[in-house]
């Protein structure tokens, strides 16, 4: 099996920086595209940024200029910085990798979740 664990978020404050990380292990192949979400409460998870493996990056129009995701192929690893938070970015964050394991199928995994608290 593959699992994603992540790392970072928790209390932040306004206008400061954060930090997430996940790790992919396990049975895998390769990995094409990683990425993060985020989920309101009571609202469906949404795309924050993706990156594939080739390095193109796409975000969404909200957090556009404040976020830069990153990755490490040779370390199964895609990171999010955001930089000035807002108590609007308050969300679970999740990351997400579409995986092809050793077995030669292809799906995508979801981390466990972290909450992200940004206060004002």
């Known amino acids: 099996q593959v699992q994603l664990v992540e790392s970072g978020g928790g209390l932040v404050q306004a206008g400061g920086s954060l930090r997430l990380s996940c790790t992919a292990s396990?049975?895998?192949?390769?990995?094409?595209?990683m990425g993060w979400y985020r989920q309101f409460p009571g609202k469906q998870r949404e795309l924050v940024a993706r990156?594939?493996?080739?390095?193109?990056?796409n975000y969404s129009d909200s957090v556009k200029g404040r976020v830069t995701i990153s990755r490490d192929n040779a370390k199964n690893t895609v990171s999010l910085e955001m930089n000035s938070p807002k108590p609007e970015d308050t969300a679970v964050y999740y990351c997400n990798a579409d995986v092809t394991n050793t077995y030669l199928v292809q799906r995508v995994y979801w981390g466990q979740g972290t909450q992200v608290t940004v206060s004002s």
């Open positions: 396990g049975r895998i192949f390769s990995i094409n595209a």
């Open positions: 990156i594939t493996s080739g390095g193109n990056r």
